[in-house]
């Protein structure tokens, strides 16, 4: 029979697996774009919607998501969304045509959209809020991390051999999953007061000016973004009025929840918009391909894991304030080193240093504010505040797409472009990396045991 203290650890592994997925898949399309189009005829806009579809979903039914989770069980709600996940993948990755992939995309951003905040919040109530917690909350960025570095570099390997093997690269790894996850995972006994109600309206408003703002942003539509405005506007007052309402707007109260969101939103942003250009600059004005591409974001992964790692050891002696300010600090830093790219970059004077800068920073900033985010909440929120962290990182997410998308038009030539969008992700770390300073209390955390076995 296990003992207790190693079923929970089993238990983290697993959840940690399924965020290392999520991760993975949302950073897995970008260096395969290009092969994708070029095998099924596709243009540049659906090719667009294979990211941003997936990201859109993915914020738009995160709160949902959530309250969901909170509402009807963590591990059943973990559980389905994980096999329709595994099941859309395997569906990506047999169709050729455009649309229906996009479609596969959006599935599995719903199906991401449940299974990310019913793993954090199973996460939450697992381990007892202050240095346990802390710790198997770092351990769960650092897998975000890693998977998120993980997929662009195996984006680039795979695509050098079949496009089609960047779908079918999740199957597996999530039925690993689903097989491991009911022998470890809690039975989810919902937390007191988990039903009090269902709000059908807010959730209809949250989710509809969410999807919106993303596709207005995504697709400059005005009209789309004067509906998004109203719905959003009408969720809070939704939310004022209702007894049980799906976002109670008293837990913005915190001293930190607040502040950490927006940081994420803006850290998103910045490093989710670069991506998106950086790839596109190696590739395009560069010329590297699918695998140099792949290979060149390495050193990037592994500052981003090394840092994820060493985050809890300085978050216990400085506080999550100003760890995920200067974490956003040096991220932004990373990023303007772009600016010195031209035509001919070199990688090793030029690229390289910019890469390595932007993962430390990158890793330091992330932990620190998934802590902040579900930090003084009691168990029934757990599930709230995590759909809230994971929302404002996707949408930042799709928002940093769109504007940097944007920004790469406003040069005069396409190198001017480039170096606009870089200044302009750049401009959303230093703005995170503000808000956190100002916004998540200065005192020092609870020890922080380092995220290691």
Request: hydrophobic content about 55%.
């Amino acid at each position: 029979m296990t003992r207790p203290d190693g079923r929970r650890q089993v238990a983290l592994v697993v959840l940690c697996a399924a965020v290392f997925l999520d991760s993975m898949d949302l950073s897995l399309m970008g260096v395969a774009l290009p092969a994708i189009g070029r095998d099924l005829a596709l243009p540049e806009s659906t090719l667009q919607w294979l990211m941003s579809g997936y990201a859109v979903a993915y914020g738009g039914f995160l709160l949902l998501g959530g309250r969901i989770a909170d509402l009807f069980g963590r591990r059943r709600v973990f559980l389905l969304s994980l096999a329709v996940f595994a099941a859309a993948s395997l569906a990506g990755g047999l169709l050729s045509e455009g649309w229906p992939l996009v479609a596969t995309r959006v599935i599995k951003g719903v199906a991401a959209a449940l299974t990310a905040p019913a793993a954090l919040s199973l996460i939450t109530t697992t381990f007892i809020e202050g240095p346990q917690r802390n710790r198997a909350l770092g351990i769960y960025s650092l897998a975000g991390a890693t998977g998120y570095t993980a997929g662009l570099i195996a984006s680039g390997l795979l695509t050098e051999i079949s496009w089609r093997l960047v779908f079918f690269l999740p199957v597996p790894i999530a039925l690993l999953v689903l097989a491991a996850a009911p022998l470890v995972l809690p039975s989810g006994i919902r937390p007191p007061g988990a039903r009090e109600g269902f709000d059908v309206a807010g959730a209809a408003a949250v989710t509809g000016g969410v999807l919106l703002l993303v596709f207005a942003l995504t697709e400059r539509s005005r009209p789309a973004g004067a509906v998004a405005v109203l719905l959003l506007g009408a969720f809070v007052v939704i939310e004022r009025r209702r007894r049980a309402p799906l976002v109670p707007l008293e837990v913005f109260r915190s001293g930190t929840v607040g502040a950490a969101n927006l940081a994420a939103l803006a850290w998103a942003g910045a490093t989710i918009g670069w991506q998106f250009v950086a790839v596109l600059y190696l590739q395009q004005v560069l010329g590297y391909g699918a695998l140099a591409t792949g290979l060149g974001i390495v050193p990037m992964g592994l500052a981003i894991v090394i840092a994820a790692n060493l985050a809890g050891h300085l978050i216990s002696r400085w506080g999550l304030g100003r760890v995920a300010a200067a974490g956003m600090l040096v991220q932004g830093a990373g990023i303007l080193l772009f600016l010195r790219a031209g035509a001919t970059g070199d990688y090793v004077t030029v690229l390289l240093p910019a890469l390595v800068v932007h993962g430390i920073g990158n890793g330091l900033s992330f932990p620190s504010l998934n802590i902040a985010a579900v930090a003084g909440l009691p168990d029934e929120r757990q599930g709230l505040a995590s759909g809230l962290v994971t929302s404002a990182v996707q949408i930042g997410a799709g928002i940093g797409v769109a504007v940097l998308a944007a920004a790469m038009t406003l040069g005069g030539s396409a190198l001017a472009g480039y170096r606009i969008a870089f200044l302009t992700a750049g401009g959303f770390s230093l703005l995170g990396a503000l808000v956190a300073a100002l916004g998540l209390r200065p005192h020092r955390a609870a020890p922080v045991p380092a995220p290691t076995a």
